[in-house]
């Protein structure tokens, strides 16, 4: 094309630009090293076609390259393309070089579990899942995984890989101690991997900050400890815990008396009668805890405490009934009479 008053313009064709683009090419090839072009290929994120262009020239000149193999692998999965991806990256999973295996494999991971989401045949996930299963257990194995640990327990617990799920979930925990969702995970997986001792410390964790629920756990470490005798513990679990509601303090009495600590069994029944406002469940406690040192055959303390409640009882036959027996039983025959003429005055017979 020419202008009447300028010079003669040129104007390149697209078979001339293909042209210039290849020599372009050849000469990065021959005069780059193969790291730095790789570098300048996964740098470019401006333009995915264009790369992609610059990208198969070079493996035209170079198809076996496990470099710009990997490098085209990497970009094909930032599109998700699962058909190129899983066929190439089995390949890489072949070379020599194991810095490139290694990427290759955590490549071909990430690509199968896309293509498990993409299937909507639930028969054709089934096939594909122990082939996750075991491109994950290599991954763990080799520690191939990268800092994101919710995304790396979410994969272990969709493979059902407990001993990988229980790992990341302590990670998970180490920047989150006090979650309690989290510290009901790694309490129930440390249980079923058998790691008591860490059970044991996500328990008392979960008493603290499972506020909602702290008396079930409570409960839950008290039993664990029962069933393996450590008796001692128990009592200091649920002492530790009492006042946190009445159903620990009662299981704490209860513990007292099955030790035969029978004082402190007392203590804790009257300590209860206190708590309450309905007047039946206190007349129970009380009860309780003169029985509690009836039974540790400390009759005449069971004696001196119903004195305490014997005008409070007066009107209650029943439990006037009652502490007349325990009168009787700790041989107090003069407080058994002076309490019964006392229940005739008040019915008007004396």
């Known amino acids: 094309m020419y202008n009447a008053n300028k010079e003669p313009v040129s104007v390149i064709t697209n078979k001339e630009l293909l042209f ?3 020599v372009f090419i050849f000469i990065l090839v021959q005069l780059y090293p ?5 570098k300048i290929i996964e740098d470019d994120h401006s333009d995915y076609a264009l790369t992609m262009v610059y990208l198969k020239d070079l493996l035209k000149h170079n198809p076996n390259d496990p470099m710009l193999n990997l490098v085209y692998l990497k970009k094909k999965m930032e599109v998700r393309d699962v058909n190129v991806s899983i066929p190439l990256a089995k390949k890489l999973m072949k070379v020599d070089q194991e810095s490139i295996r290694d990427e290759a494999t955590l490549l071909a991971f990430k690509a199968e579990m896309i293509k498990y989401f993409q299937i909507k045949d639930p028969l054709e ?13 290599i991954v763990y194995r080799k520690k191939l995984y990268d800092d994101n640990a919710q995304e790396w327990y979410s994969n272990a617990t969709f493979v059902q890989n407990e001993a990988a799920r229980y790992f990341f979930l302590k990670k998970l925990l180490e920047k989150e101690p006090k979650n309690v969702a989290l510290l009901r995970d790694a309490y129930f997986l ?5 790691y008591k001792k860490d059970a ?3 328990m008392d964790s979960l008493i603290v900050y499972d506020t909602k629920k702290s008396q079930q756990w409570t409960f839950e ?3 664990a400890l029962i069933a393996f005798k450590k008796y001692h513990e128990a009592q200091l679990v649920l002492e530790k815990n009492a006042n946190k509601s009445i159903k620990i303090k009662e299981l704490l009495a209860s513990f007292y008396l099955m030790r035969s600590l029978y004082m402190s ?3 804790t029944y009257l300590d209860l009668s206190k708590e309450v406002d309905d007047k039946i469940q206190h007349d129970i406690y009380v009860k309780k805890a003169i029985e509690a ?3 540790g055959n400390m009759l005449n303390q069971a004696a001196k405490l119903a004195k305490r409640y014997e005008k409070q009882y007066i009107k209650d036959t029943k439990m006037r009934q009652f502490i007349l027996k325990i009168y009787l039983a700790a041989g107090k025959l003069n407080w058994a009479d002076e309490y019964a003429k006392q229940i005739l005055r008040s019915e008007g017979i004396l």
């Open 34 to 38: 193969k790291n730095i072009l790789q």
């Open 190 to 194: 440390a249980l079923k991997l058998g």
């Open 200 to 202: 044991n410390s996500y």
């Open 125 to 137: 996930r089934k096939k594909l899942f122990p082939q996750i299963k075991r491109l994950f257990s």
């Open 20 to 22: 210039l683009i290849g």
């Open 221 to 223: 470490k008290y039993n």
């Open 293 to 295: 040192l009836q039974s």
């Open 265 to 267: 069994a007392s203590k």
